[in-house]
């Protein structure tokens, strides 16, 4: 069961990432503003790459693909109150942009809860101090548009919508025209954030993930959209880390026109939870109560003024006591969602980490698997090199006892043909004798033969000589 779950999660991943890039290639085509885009930072080997066009300030880094604007410093002593804070602001201003649609895709990973961290994407008028880090890393004071994402005390994580006109300091707490509950800390999925403006319908909308977060026609940019503007995103977070966020920016792009996906659409929803204060509408339905009733005493005169002024004395006494039990309600019902969200939030974790443990037991119980199928591999293959060197070696000893049997064979004939030969040496030998004894004889016979002629030749040689001599006598 738990392998299923961690191949249905590195689906769902693999889905994601899909559609991400598939939106990626629908809207490359669109025409942008070269000096309020990032370049593709996957391609980028450094920070000195978008010089020409961005400024990076604070401790924001670039790296691998992505710029890290409060990277987690090593060190850092816990429960300790510094920050860390880190921002990329374009160089150009830019003027005369009547239609625009901006989109930021960006993550958030870390601590998550309240953590006192923050993004916040900032289109405003140049001139204005871009070194004033005390707005989650950007000004404080500003003519313009900005977005933040931050974990509310009171609100929890948050998308909020500001509008200032220069001449005061932006209240984070108070000054907002738009909140929506949005959870975003923490998410290895990264999320995509446009804002997109028609100058001529004058309606603006924000949406996040594709979802729906903020629709109105009632704002009009088109004397700040004459200005000479700055486009930055800024961030900010405790080096602490048990509070610490990373902010990661991914991507960010500004079109010069609202891209068809960000046209309204009538049968588009309202996606996010907005903020509501609850307490505010109930007192202002009691003062209307308050004030009807006092119109209904002084037109009828049913009830004697004193009577009216201790009712009235009642009711304020009432309506203090119901706003703050009303407010009492209402933080706790904050503090337990809060309460509830973040443990959820922690079994969640708690439930990623032991999926991420049991992927990584699997992964190692594949890997000893396949040493373990190497090895019985290699035995394998070791035996079949041992039985082909055993059959080789079997064939090469029959082949030996082959050449063993012919060789007895061809030593028994060559022991027979010796014991022919030597008998035929034998009898040689005895036919030899026996002819050297008559050869002897025969030569003793001749000698004999010759000698004597030898004498008779003699013997009638003086015969003759006597003869002769006899003769002459």
Request: overall charge negative.
């Amino acid at each position: 069961m738990y392998i299923h779950l961690l191949y249905l999660a590195v689906l769902t991943t693999g889905v994601l990432a899909h559609g991400i890039r598939d939106a990626n290639l629908e809207i490359n085509n669109e025409p942008k503003i070269e000096s309020f885009s990032l370049p593709n930072l996957i391609e980028l080997d450094s920070f000195d790459d978008l010089s020409s066009l961005w400024d990076p300030q604070g401790g924001a880094i670039y790296e691998e693909g992505r710029i890290i604007l409060t990277p987690k410093l090593n060190k850092v002593p816990e429960n300790t109150k510094s920050t860390t804070f880190g921002s990329i602001w374009s160089r150009e201003s830019f003027s005369d942009l009547q239609d625009f649609t901006i989109e930021m895709t960006l993550r958030s990973i870390g601590a998550y809860g309240l953590t006192g961290a923050g993004i916040s994407l900032f289109l405003i008028e140049e001139g204005f101090n871009f070194m004033d880090y005390s707005n989650f890393g950007g000004p404080i004071k500003y003519k313009g548009l900005q977005l933040l994402l931050n974990s509310d005390d009171n609100l929890g994580p948050v998308i909020k919508v500001f509008l200032n006109d220069g001449f005061k300091d932006i209240i984070i707490k108070n000054d907002f025209i738009g909140a929506y509950l949005y959870e975003f800390q923490d998410s290895n999925v990264p999320l995509t954030i446009r804002i997109a403006y028609d100058h001529e319908k004058h309606w603006t909308k924000i949406t996040c993930d594709n979802k729906l977060l903020f629709q109105t026609d009632k704002l009009n940019f088109d004397q700040l959209l004459l200005d000479n503007l700055k486009l930055g995103v800024s961030a900010l977070s405790l080096t602490d880390s048990s509070k610490h966020e990373q902010y990661e920016l991914l991507r960010l792009i500004t079109y010069n026109k609202v891209l068809p996906k960000m046209k309204l659409a009538e049968s588009e929803t309202l996606f996010a939870k907005h903020f509501i204060d609850n307490t505010k509408n109930f007192m202002e339905k009691q003062k209307e109560l308050r004030n009807k009733l006092a119109q209904t005493s002084k037109s009828e005169s049913i009830i004697p003024n004193v009577q009216f002024d201790n009712s009235n004395q009642n009711l304020l006494e009432l309506q203090e006591q119901m706003k703050q039990l009303l407010k009492i309600v209402q933080n706790n019902e904050q503090s337990v969602l809060q309460k509830q969200v973040f443990q959820l939030s922690k079994s969640l974790d708690l439930l990623n980490a032991n999926l991420n443990a049991l992927g990584e037991n699997v992964q190692n119980l594949n890997y000893k698997y396949d040493a373990i199928f190497d090895f019985f591999k290699r035995q394998n293959e070791l035996l079949d090199n041992y039985d082909r060197r055993m059959g080789s070696f079997d064939a090469a000893l029959q082949n030996q006892l082959d050449n063993s049997n012919k060789l007895d064979t061809k030593l028994s004939d060559m022991s027979s043909w010796y014991k022919k030969t030597q008998k035929k040496n034998d009898d040689n030998n005895e036919n030899t004798d026996s002819f050297s004894n008559i050869k002897s004889t025969l030569v003793a016979v001749l000698i004999f033969v010759v000698v004597l002629l030898v004498f008779l030749a003699l013997l009638v040689f003086r015969l003759r000589s006597d003869i002769k001599h006899a003769k002459v006598l």
